[in-house]
Nanobody, 122 residues
Framework: QVQLVESGGGLAQPGGSLRLSCAAS????????MSWYRQTPGKERELVAA????????FVVDSVKGRFTISRDNAKNMAYLQMSSLKPEDTAVYLC???????????????WGQGTRVTVSS
């Protein structure tokens, strides 16, 4: 069955860095676009970054531009989110998603991981 397992979250100080990982199995990883979302209590799940299936194109949302980078390793069925210059407002549960990529738009897929919690605090 489809599995997405996130890891790498934890406590970071403002200005610090974390690298999140998403291990994928049970579907064609190299044929799927991947993304990272984040969710905080009382707010809608927010798309943070997405990457095309072959890694040739990607984007991050404006609130994390210049600080977060999405990448993938199709040989290992892994997706990553490198987060730097972290801010308290980046505190959230981060989830990966497998979806589709068309004309530089990401379309959310049906499968989600359990998420990994990131807390940015001094």
């Amino acid at each position: 069955q489809v599995q997405l397992v996130e890891s790498g979250g934890g406590l970071a100080q403002p200005g610090g860095s974390l690298r999140l990982s998403c291990a994928a199995s049970g579907f064609s990883f190299s044929g799927s676009a991947m993304s990272w979302y984040r969710q905080t209590p009382g707010k809608e799940r927010e798309l943070v970054a997405a990457i095309a299936s072959d890694g040739s194109d990607s984007f991050v949302v404006d609130s994390v531009k210049g600080r977060f980078t999405i990448s993938r390793d199709n040989a290992k069925n892994m997706a990553y989110l490198q987060m730097s210059s972290l801010k308290p407002e980046d505190t959230a549960v981060y989830l990966c998603n497998a979806g589709e990529w068309h004309n530089r738009n990401y379309y959310t897929g049906d499968y989600w991981g359990q998420g990994t919690r990131v807390t940015v605090s001094s």
